[in-house]
């Protein structure tokens, strides 16, 4: 998709293309992130980590290590006990402890923090910290772990630390009745039942900028100031003063730029922890980095089930019910959201379709790295296994996998606020028309002429084909019911959106707002946001963010929730500060507030441009009281707080073609397109820029990464050289379009973009490669799709 930007004098700001205003710092390396961050006088940590999945520690010795020239401190769990573990918002299962007290649960863990006078001495000293292990067995194979044949901790009775079941969720009656409605059908002579076991694999979030975290104690105003590579620094602020016992108002976090999120920054970590005691307990600024290993051991993963889908339907193709029990690894510990990622995927289990449908999750512990939110957070995996076995079901019954989907979707007309099988209520949606435009926009037929000539010639070629719908923007007040707030870090808020908006006196506006970027482009739609209701050109406008000291209080960026709960709540304030600007241009113009239009220059009289006011004089009123109408309040600035209702639904479907070569395995992407609807959209470049980044993590996962553990817990992928992420060499030109269903949960009417490109698009390239490959007898090839897996898949189908 090519995007021309207008010229000034034709664009629109709330819609239309402007370019982004956080860009030049970004692309001159101008642009600050934690790492840039100096204070005089600053120490560095490193870790002792543990090479142990699973271990007994029996000894630490840290004489050697104190010892060490520039060594200021080393610290063991004795040290810290008494903070207790790191704090999780769902504290289901075992929670992490600052540092490894009395066992280590998977490789990589921190087991003593060592602090020095820079860098290197630290990882230096660290090196000499003696430890010795009681190796214990480990713990990694899913099916072990859910039968408990090593336990993962040991005073845990099972590593099956929770169950969540669904269809619908929270009804026991209708969960049972929608089993059964599935087992009737499955008993039925004209139905056909077909299922596939599918792995959705451990993927390690890679953003270009590593963790870092500085804390600042000063000693004099018993304040704590912390720069943290953070998706939620009120969050942190909130977990870092209940953990020390200090007021929250003592702690200062900044989130300055930072270089990638992916939810891998959704979290709170215990470094983060750490690094701020140290500095209040030493009196000096205290630093810690991540080195890329270090980030594959210590930074959460993502994805990392084993289910079984099951769809039971009619030769025809009307599906009668869909199944899915998954195991989902936890991980060693639960952190932030650990085990309401599972959770998050229940809320699409049912995809944009209107067949009763069951989900049976089964949350384990394993000894490796905890799990968390990873881009789409739950909701990847759920429709990976829905959009697979749909795709399989076409197959096997012999009709186009488009008539199969649109035979079953949910009706346009039972929209808005459409109930999904598996329970939970939509705000809009018309799927057909969005499959539709995606099939006539691509010339579906032409491509599938263009798949039977390159078969006619003994070539691989395969297309695919996938719907998804996504749950985001969440800022709903009653989800503190379901755990989702921030009350376990001793701020009880619940997820709504913040924005303040000030025009100041010189005529330029601050916009301050509880959600930050990490790539997203805020400071540009934020901007635009307000220009459209003040007519200030938005190059007058600054957006902060990420500064708790000075911010209105943010639940943070996930979820791809910003624009739909932070911007709608900025928009509000935005509406509020022009209804007062109006106001008083009423007043100095003596006419009716109904005629007053806002513009670039002021205000004016409509029809009567020469009655007009500058800003300038507006604003002179405004910061100038006694000039203002009788029982107006001085200054021009307003807050709002939003609580939608609702979360919103975003949806789409993708398509893609495949080639593959037998002899080699090798897989390319020869087409792609994608047709989303995020209903109304601010910025069509920054949209089509989330998209394109979505797509190239989902075709990622498809494709190439993968964490892997060896049976005895090692890491076997901590670096580059194994953990393989595609590169523009690896990706075609995708070829994006939109449907636009705007959402009536918020009052600009849009819905998330930031995941829909990852939540669509890895089973699209899945469904083209069995595509490509069925003629040889391959009904599915488990993720990544690298050549020696889809070689092996080629080899077993021409010796059976």
């Known amino acids: 998709m090519t995007i021309t930007a207008p010229s000034p004098s034709t664009r629109s700001v709330l819609g239309g293309t402007v370019r982004r205003r956080e860009d030049p710092a970004l692309v001159q390396g101008l642009g600050l992130y934690v790492d840039d961050v100096k204070r005089a006088g600053t120490l560095s940590v490193a870790f002792v980590r543990s090479p142990f999945a699973h271990a007994r520690i029996t000894s630490i010795d840290t004489t050697a290590a104190m010892d060490a020239s520039g060594v200021r401190a080393v610290y063991t769990a004795d040290d810290v006990r008494h903070l207790g573990p790191l704090l999780a918002q769902i504290p289901i299962g075992k929670l992490r402890p600052l540092l490894a007290d009395g066992t280590v649960h998977h490789s990589g863990e921190a087991v003593a923090m060592v602090v020095a006078d820079s860098r290197y001495a630290a990882q230096d000293a660290a090196e000499l910290v003696e430890v010795d292990y009681e190796s214990l067995p480990a713990v990694v194979d899913l099916k072990k772990a859910v039968a408990d044949e090593v336990k993962t901790h040991e005073d845990l009775d099972s590593n099956v630390i929770h169950v969540w079941e669904a269809g619908p969720f929270g009804d026991e009656d209708g969960i049972a009745a929608s089993k059964q409605a599935i087992a009737d059908a499955k008993e039925r002579d004209d139905t056909i039942t077909v299922s596939l076991e599918m792995v959705n694999q451990r993927l390690i979030p890679t953003a270009i900028e590593p963790r870092s975290v500085i804390a600042d104690w000063s000693e004099g105003y018993q304040r704590l100031e912390v720069h943290s590579s953070t998706q939620i620094p009120h969050a942190l602020a909130g977990a870092i003063a209940k953990t020390l016992d200090m007021p929250t108002n003592q702690v200062r976090v900044i989130a300055p730029e930072v270089g990638g999120g992916f939810g891998a920054k959704l979290n709170v970590y215990n470094d983060e922890i750490l690094v701020s005691w140290a500095s209040r307990k030493l009196g000096v600024p205290v630093k810690f980095t991540e080195t890329r290993r270090e980030a594959a051991v210590s930074t959460i993963h993502g994805r990392a089930w084993l289910g079984m889908a099951t769809i039971v339907g009619t030769e025809d193709g009307e599906v009668l019910g869909y199944e899915l029990d998954a195991i989902c690894d936890m991980g060693a510990y639960s952190q932030n959201f650990t085990v309401a990622i599972p959770f998050l995927g229940m809320f699409v289990g049912s995809g944009q379709y209107k067949f009763p449908t069951s989900m049976v999750l089964n949350l384990v512990t394993t000894n490796t790295m905890t799990t968390d939110a990873y881009r789409g957070a739950g909701r990847p995996e759920a429709i990976y296994y829905l959009e697979r076995i749909l795709d399989h079901y076409a197959r096997q019954i012999g009709m186009d996998p488009a008539d199969v989907r649109r035979k079953n979707f949910i009706p346009a007309e039972d929209f808005p606020g459409a109930m999904a099988p598996i ?129 209105t209080m943010g639940i943070g960026t996930f979820g791809s929730r910003s624009a739909a709960v932070d911007g709608a709540a900025t928009f509000e304030a935005a509406q509020q500060v022009r209804e007062k600007a109006v106001k008083i241009a009423a007043h100095a113009l003596e006419a009716s507030e109904d005629d007053i239009e806002l513009n670039v220059d002021g205000a004016s009289v409509a029809g009567s441009p020469d009655s007009a006011v500058g800003w300038e004089q507006l604003l002179t009123m405004a910061y100038q009281p ?46 792609y397109t994608a047709m989303d609807d995020c209903g109304n959209v601010i910025n069509p470049m920054i949209v089509a820029g989330q998209v394109h980044g979505g797509i190239a993590q989902g075709l990622g996962q498809a494709m190439f990464e993968e964490g892997i553990y060896d049976e005895d817990g090692n890491m076997l992928t901590p670096s580059f050289m194994d953990y393989i992420i595609p590169t523009a060499a690896d990706l075609p030109m995708f070829d994006l379009h939109r449907t636009t269903t705007p959402s009536d949960i918020n009052p600009l009417g849009v819905k998330g973009i930031g995941e829909a490109g990852t939540i669509g698009s890895a089973q699209t390239i899945v469904n083209a490669v069995a595509d490509a490959l069925s003629p040889l007898g391959i009904d599915h090839v488990d993720m990544p799709l690298r050549s020696k897996n889809v070689w092996k898949a080629i080899q077993t189908a021409r010796s059976s």
């Open 423 to 551: 329970g939970f209520a939509m705000d809009t949606g018309d799927y057909s028309m969005n499959l539709d435009a995606l099939l006539e926009t691509t010339d579906y037929e032409g491509w599938k002429a263009e798949r039977d000539a390159a078969r006619s010639e003994n070539r691989h070629v395969g297309i695919g084909l996938a719907t998804y719908v996504e749950v985001c923007g969440f800022g709903p007040s009653a989800l503190v019911d379901l755990g989702f707030s921030w009350t376990q870090y001793g701020l009880p808020a619940a997820f709504s959106g913040t924005g303040l908006v000030r025009v100041n006196p010189d005529g330029t506006v601050t916009v301050i707002t509880g959600t930050g970027p990490s790539g997203q482009g805020h400071e540009t739609t934020w901007a635009q946001i307000v220009s459209s209701e003040l007519g200030i050109p938005v190059e007058k406008i600054r957006v902060s963010h990420g500064d708790t000291g000075d911010s």
């Open 626 to 671: 006694h000039l203002l109408p009788d029982g107006m309040s001085g200054g021009l600035e307003a807050q709002s707080i939003f609580s939608p209702a609702n979360a919103t639904w975003p949806f789409g479907s993708h398509l893609a073609m495949v080639e593959v070569d037998p002899e080699t395995g090798h897989t390319k992407v020869l087409k």
